[in-house]
Nanobody, 123 residues
Framework: VQLVESGGGSVHAGGSLRLSCTAS?????????AGWFRQAPGKGREWVAS????????NYASSVRGRFTISQDNAKNTIYLQMNDPKPEDTATYYC?????????????????WGEGTQVTVS
């Protein structure tokens, strides 16, 4: 079972970037929920956004609400994070996360599956 993130890179503030999280050996549609966390240099990992109920329920951290959008494509077995109007403070390594058994996708300690992370730098 593996989660693989892609789409990271450098972007100017006010631009846009889309992160992808593709699963192998696991179906996002069969899990409880999925989400994105991030970790900036020298800081702990923080929750960014999560999605559940087949993609119909989404939640966001207040710092990204209105700018970022999480979505799910079951046919492609992929979770996306559309980052619009990114700010320098959004610079971090972004991690895809999934919950296989019931629980929350916004609590780091509860996550069952993690990706390796993808770097996003906003300047």
């Amino acid at each position: 079972v593996q989660l693989v993130e892609s789409g990271g890179g450098s972007v100017h503030a006010g631009g846009s970037l889309r992160l992808s999280c593709t699963a192998s050996g696991y179906r996002h549609s069969s899990g409880v929920c999925a989400g994105w966390f991030r970790q900036a240099p020298g800081k702990g990992r923080e929750w960014v956004a999560s999605i559940r109920d087949g993609g119909t329920t989404t939640n966001y951290a207040s710092s990204v609400r209105g700018r970022f959008t999480i979505s799910q494509d079951n046919a492609k077995n992929t979770i996306y994070l559309q980052m619009n109007d990114p700010k320098p403070e959004d610079t971090a390594t972004y991690y895809c996360a999934a919950k296989v058994v019931e629980g929350s996708c916004s609590v780091e300690s509860a996550i069952d599956l993690w990706g390796e992370g993808t770097q996003v730098t906003v300047s």
